[in-house]
């Protein structure tokens, strides 16, 4: 397998007390991907960007990583993009300005679309594969470019990323 997924860690308040097992787990998932020549990964850094970062940049070999919903801080987007990391954005995602600003900061040619179900939320159900495009048109919105300039762009994307380790 080419793909890991989804990995990582999660800061937030109700997963503090594992915090000891996902670093463990999270760094040995790391190790096994870099011995295996590097995989593409899905990564989930939820209030814990930095820490994740600071995992992928021990583990250079690891892989590319996609931060899924990525939510860090500017600092922190701008270290993953030196870092090589590519982006994964929803439609719950792109709901919120937060997750716009950021968006707007990513390389559009690291940024892919997801649908995060059936943790997220899309019309107050839980959403599916197809609600990933949402994704696209809200991208058009933010970056000001025709849906179909984006659908092409985002397809680029996914093609370059799975040739990168065949």
Known sequence: MRYVGEIGLDGGPEYRRHWPDQEQVFSRVLELCARA?????TIHSRRAATPVLDAL??????????????????????RAV???????????????????????????????TESDGPFAQVDGRAAWPWDADRAVETLAQIWSQPVNEVRRQLLDNLRRLTKSLA
Do not use: N, Y
Request: charged share 20%; aromatic share 6%; glycine share 16%.
């Open 82 to 112: 030196d870092l090589g990391c590519w982006f994964s954005t929803g439609p719950a995602m792109l709901a919120g300005e937060k997750g716009r600003s950021l968006v707007m900061k990513m390389p559009r040619d690291r940024v892919l």
């Open 37 to 41: 020549g590097g995989r593409i990964m």
């Open 57 to 78: 940049q021990a583990r250079p070999g690891a892989g590319i990583a996609i931060l899924h919903w990525f939510s860090g801080t500017q600092r922190e987007l701008s």
